[in-house]
């Protein structure tokens, strides 16, 4: 009986949190939503544009996709409109963030002060028990202030024609570097493939990894990253181009791999290679793999920032990208890949079926390759180490 009364209570919460959803859809009819969110790559806004699409036939919502080639560029213009005494009308409605952008955001005040991502209707179909990262982003809480998209994972590509047997570790990959000078490199920081390398090289080769869970002033900076930049004094001499110019993010790196100029990529989705394989970018011969200790794992958002000039518009949005229908087209390798963050328990069958149907790709890791994962260092450790790399290896690129 027990049991009964709180499955009745819960499913009244539920029809009035629908019942006011509907009256922020309504709101929403004839917004125009400005969605800052990073544009390099071609199938990321192209499903952005079937997004756009879908809320401009069900619900009038017009979407404009703001392509950034830094989501901090952004932060920084909401920081200015904030300063300037632009409580309102603001120029992003919709941003997808994480990590160090989205601390900055909590810490300035830069976001909605509503706890608005729970009360989303295709909240229900998350598990945060079964995956917590859908409320911590970087090891900072998310107060239900952005909701999330998608999950991400760090994985190495190479050509197994070329490189049958990649190194699987820091240490190995130093090794392999000093034997093949220019060919590796990395995306250049601050773009945010490059600096996740930067932290896994890190979190393989410092002693002890308790103080990156910590903010990065309340440590001894210069000796906790002091292995990170030895790493990297030893490899970059022999880097791609001598390490005095780097790819500028990570389809740049990916094409360089697919030209036969280096042996190595980086990617932050587990399923970018078997997409490029699929769209002919890269051979069939190209695998991916992660580093035997784990590599880096995380949860990417949407915020919606303090000013917005339609926050209605951008909860829908938001809530649209959240449901099973916008999730399952993403984790759709031909199209993007990205894995869902929906707990299948909570969809219904038919559901279940289609993402159990996707195809996996021939270069994509299994849950369980992929099951051994780092989590992501407190935020400061970003804006930090990216700074760090400035000054040392920054002027000649």
């Known amino acids: 009986m027990l049991f009964t009364f709180l499955s009745f209570t819960a499913q009244l919460s539920f029809t009035a949190q629908a019942a006011d959803f509907n009256a922020t859809v309504e709101a929403a009819r004839g917004q125009t939503v400005y969605f800052n969110a990073w544009g390099g790559d071609d199938k990321i806004n192209d499903y952005i544009e079937w997004a756009g699409d879908e809320l401009k036939s069900r619900h009038g919502i017009t979407v ?11 932060v920084s213009r909401i920081l200015a409109e904030k300063t300037a005494g632009r409580d309102s009308g603001g120029s992003v409605d919709l941003l997808w963030v994480n990590g160090e952008n989205f601390a900055a955001m909590k810490r300035n005040g830069l976001l909605q002060a509503e706890a608005w991502a729970e009360s989303l209707p295709s909240w229900r179909y998350t598990d945060a028990a079964a995956l917590p990262a859908i409320r911590l982003d970087f090891a900072e809480p998310t107060d239900g202030r952005e909701s999330p998209w998608g999950r991400a994972q760090l994985v190495f590509v190479h050509d197994s024609a ?4 990649p190194p ?12 093949n000078p220019g060919r590796f490199t990395y995306p250049q920081p601050p773009d945010f493939v490059g600096l996740s390398f930067l932290k896994q090289i890190l979190l393989e080769t410092v002693e002890d990894t308790a103080p990156l869970y910590q903010p990065a002033e309340d440590g001894d900076f210069d000796a906790v990253t002091a292995p990170l930049w030895d790493w990297l004094d030893a490899a970059t001499p022999n880097l791609w181009r001598g390490g005095k110019a ?6 740049t790196q990916r094409q360089l791999l ?11 989705n587990p399923s970018d290679a078997s997409a490029a394989i699929a769209r002919g970018e890269l051979p069939d011969s190209v695998r991916t793999y992660i580093h035997d200790g ?4 995380n949860v990417h958002f949407l915020a919606i920032p303090m000013n ?3 926050p209605e518009g951008a909860r829908v949005l938001a809530d649209f990208m959240l449901s099973p229908e916008a999730q399952l087209r993403k984790a759709d390798p031909g199209r993007w890949g990205d894995p869902t963050v929906l707990a299948m328990h909570r ?7 289609a993402f159990d149907a996707l195809p996996r790709g021939i270069a994509t890791l299994s849950e369980a390759e992929l099951g051994n994962t780092l989590a992501e260092p407190h935020p400061s450790w970003m804006a930090a180490i990216e700074a760090g790399w400035r000054q040392r290896y920054g002027s000649g690129s």
């Open 162 to 165: 070329r490189l049958a047997t």
């Open 168 to 179: 699987k570790n820091a240490d190995a990959l130093a090794e392999f570097i000093r034997a």
């Open 347 to 353: 969809l219904d069958a038919e559901t279940r079926a």
């Open 308 to 310: 917005a000039n339609a």
């Open 258 to 268: 697919g030209d036969g100029e280096v042996d190595i990529a980086i990617a932050f």
């Open 246 to 251: 780097y790819p500028f993010n990570y389809p």
């Open 64 to 74: 404009v996709h703001v392509k950034l080639a830094d989501t901090a560029a952004a």
């Open 294 to 297: 784990g590599t880096l794992a």
